[in-house]
């Protein structure tokens, strides 16, 4: 098993749609969580960290389930800018052990 | 504010020559340091991470090599490139402590032929 596993996608949604997509990971004993986001050839960007109650930022929406090891991110109202790859990141133990998924393509059609 | 930059952004090399990828972070001090490789349709990999300057840690024996002469800047070399060489790396940065944010450089596209 992987030890951060992601529907590569591609995931093709109306504009305005709302959609939703999960991580799951291998290691309980993991501390922290985030999703990146990375536009076709470039470099990936930090869109949002995860905390344990959830958080929001936007029309992203971010969520943690430790006891079933995933984590989620709902986008809302969605737009042709939101196309993009998507990539779960997870912390083991410090912060030079990120271990990243290989990520979820999101394509928003008009 | 801080500002990365590596290069070249592209470049074809054929098997068994050299490779010198360089990374510069402006408008930090002390900053982490890392190289990664992103193959086609897998997650970034580390390859190696520096916390000061001569100090280097490897994630992954291969052919690779890094250095860090200076407290801004960081090369990624090799000897002899091999096929499987081929991909895009990406330097990055964070802040000492940082958990889990980093700042990457545009990234260089390496073909090996």
């Known amino acids: 098993r992987k030890e951060v596993e992601q529907d590569p996608g591609p995931f093709n949604v109306p504009e305005g749609a709302t959609v939703a997509f999960n991580c799951t990971y291998s290691?309980?004993?993991?501390?922290?969580f985030f999703w990146y986001r990375q536009d076709c050839r470039k470099e990936p960007k930090l869109l949002m960290s995860?905390?344990?109650?959830?958080n929001e930022d936007g029309r992203f929406t971010a969520q943690l389930n430790r006891a079933s090891q995933y984590i989620s991110l709902l986008i809302r109202d969605s737009k042709l800018s939101d196309s993009a790859t998507y990539l779960c990141?997870?912390?083991?133990?410090?912060?030079?052990?990120?271990?990243w998924g290989a990520g979820t393509k999101l394509i928003i059609k008009p | 504010s801080q500002t990365i930059h590596q290069w070249p952004a592209t470049l074809v090399q054929p098997v068994g020559s050299p490779l010198s990828l360089e990374c510069t972070v402006e408008?930090?001090?002390?900053?982490?340091l890392y190289w990664y490789r992103q193959a086609a349709g897998r997650g970034l990999q580390l390859l190696f991470y520096?916390?000061?300057?001569?100090?280097i840690s490897s994630e992954v024996p291969q052919n690779l090599s890094a250095s860090r002469p200076q407290d801004r800047q960081f090369i990624l070399s090799s000897k002899k490139l091999l096929l499987s060489d081929s991909g895009f790396y990406l330097c990055?940065?964070?802040?000492?402590?940082?958990?889990?944010?980093?700042?990457f450089g545009e990234g260089s596209r390496l073909t090996v032929l």
């Open positions: 990055a940065w964070s802040v000492l402590g940082s958990t889990g944010e980093l700042f």
């Open positions: 408008g930090t001090s002390n900053p982490n």
């Open positions: 520096s916390v000061g300057i001569g100090q």
């Open positions: 290691n309980s004993a993991s501390q922290s």
């Open positions: 995860v905390y344990s109650s959830g």
């Open positions: 990141v997870v912390d083991h133990y410090s912060n030079y052990q990120l271990i």
